[in-house]
């Protein structure tokens, strides 16, 4: 069975840096397409960014809107996915998910229970 | 960027078919999927590729895609089934969520 759990600091001081971890058990993250994808309070999903190709070279893109402060990255030896998120302002407050991409256009098919970032 | 647009909100009595549209330039020519997100938990996937079903996801569920609107449909809706639905395609190499619609069961 394939599980995702985010981790990270809960509370983030406004234009600091914001630093979640995905576990991922179940599967090696070496061969799909990982998200993160975070949800504003009360609002919808917004997509923050993937990471693929893991086994050569972790290619990553981005949201255009988020793309200046946003770095995803990948380690391997602990199968774990990690965003950092830099100058966080109050609109970056948010449950933050990471999710893999089922592969072959199967959409989105597991995602974390989330992790709630809240920017002071 | 690519926008979708959805309902912020639909209604549907118990046992009727709930209809969840979502609309973008061309959605025809891109897969959808949809996800169900109930309060307080992680979005679920209901629909890949316009029509097809996860295992698990019951047969009540089914979708369609044609011209610049793709189509959740929830037939003989339940009380369970009320929670946010969200559409989601690729645009290129970006992914693309609708902004969400909350369905509501009374």
């Known amino acids: 069975q394939v599980q995702l759990q985010e981790s990270g600091p809960g509370l983030v001081k406004s234009s600091e840096t914001l630093s979640l971890t995905c576990t991922v058990s179940?599967?090696?993250?070496?061969?799909?397409?990982w998200s993160w994808i975070r949800q504003p309070p009360g609002k919808g999903l917004e997509w923050v960014g993937y990471?693929?190709?893991?086994?050569?070279?972790?290619?990553?893109i981005y949201n255009s809107s988020l793309e200046s402060r946003v770095t995803l990255s990948v380690d391997t030896s602990k199968n774990q996915l990690s965003l950092i998120l830099r100058s966080v302002t109050v609109s970056d407050t948010a449950v933050y998910f990471c999710a893999r991409h089922g592969g072959n256009g199967r959409g989105i098919d597991v995602w974390g229970q989330g992790s709630s970032v809240t920017v002071s | 960027s690519y926008e979708m647009s959805q309902p912020p909100s639909v209604s549907v009595s118990p046992g009727q078919t709930a209809t969840i549209p979502c609309s973008g330039e061309?959605?025809?020519?891109?897969?959808v999927c949809w996800y169900q997100q109930k309060a307080g938990q992680s979005p679920v996937l209901l629909i890949y590729q316009d029509k097809k079903r996860p295992s698990g996801i019951p047969e009540r569920f089914s979708g369609s895609n044609s011209g610049n609107t793709a189509t959740l449909t929830i037939s003989g809706t339940q009380a369970l089934d009320e929670a946010h639905y969200y559409c989601?395609?690729?645009?290129?190499?970006?992914?693309?969520f609708g902004g969400g619609t909350k369905l509501t069961v009374l």
């Open positions: 061309d959605l025809g020519d891109k897969y």
């Open positions: 179940g599967v090696s993250i070496r061969n799909f397409y």
């Open positions: 989601q395609a690729w645009d290129g190499s970006t992914v693309v």
């Open positions: 990471v693929f190709d893991i086994q050569t070279t972790a290619t990553t």
